[in-house]
C-alpha cells in the first residue's frame, strides 16, 4: 500500500504561485495531481510516470509543473500565474500498476490518494 502526504497550500493572489509537495511512501509506477472544487468532479491537472514523461491538463499547461524528487520519495507541482478559477483542494494520487506508455489524468485510475490540500486563489 502506498501512503502519501501533501502539503504547501495556501491562499495566495490571483498571479501569484504555489508549491505542493506530496511525500510518497511505497512503490509507485504513475503519480499525478487532481483537483476538485465544492460541487465539481475531481479532475486530473498533472501526471508523471516512472520514466519521467509528463502529461497535463490544457487549463495549467504552460503554467503549472509536476516534477518528482526520487533520492527524497517527493512528488511536487508548481503551480505560477495562478487563477480563481485554480481554486480547489488538490490530491496527490499513484498508481503501481505497470502500464507502460500509460499516463492517465482520470481519477478512476488511481488507488491510491492523500488527505488533500487546500488552495484558494483570490481575485
Known amino acids: 500500500q502506498v501512503q502519501l502526504v501533501e502539503s504547501g497550500g495556501g491562499s495566495v493572489q490571483a498571479g501569484g504561485s504555489l508549491r505542493l509537495s506530496c511525500v510518497v511512501s511505497g512503490y509507485t509506477y504513475i503519480m499525478g495531481w487532481f483537483r476538485q472544487a465544492p460541487g465539481k468532479e475531481r479532475e486530473g491537472v498533472a501526471a508523471v510516470g516512472r520514466d519521467g514523461q509528463t502529461i497535463y491538463a490544457d487549463s495549467v499547461k504552460g503554467r503549472f509543473a509536476i516534477s518528482k524528487d526520487n533520492a527524497n520519495n517527493t512528488l511536487s507541482l508548481q503551480m505560477n500565474s495562478l487563477k480563481p478559477e485554480d481554486t480547489a483542494t488538490y490530491y496527490c494520487?499513484?498508481?503501481?500498476?505497470?502500464?507502460?506508455?500509460?499516463?492517465?489524468?482520470?481519477?478512476?485510475?488511481?488507488?491510491?490518494w492523500g488527505q488533500g490540500t487546500q488552495v484558494t486563489v483570490s481575485s
Open positions: 494520487a499513484a498508481e503501481q500498476r505497470v502500464t507502460p506508455g500509460t499516463l492517465a489524468l482520470v481519477h478512476w485510475w488511481y488507488n491510491n
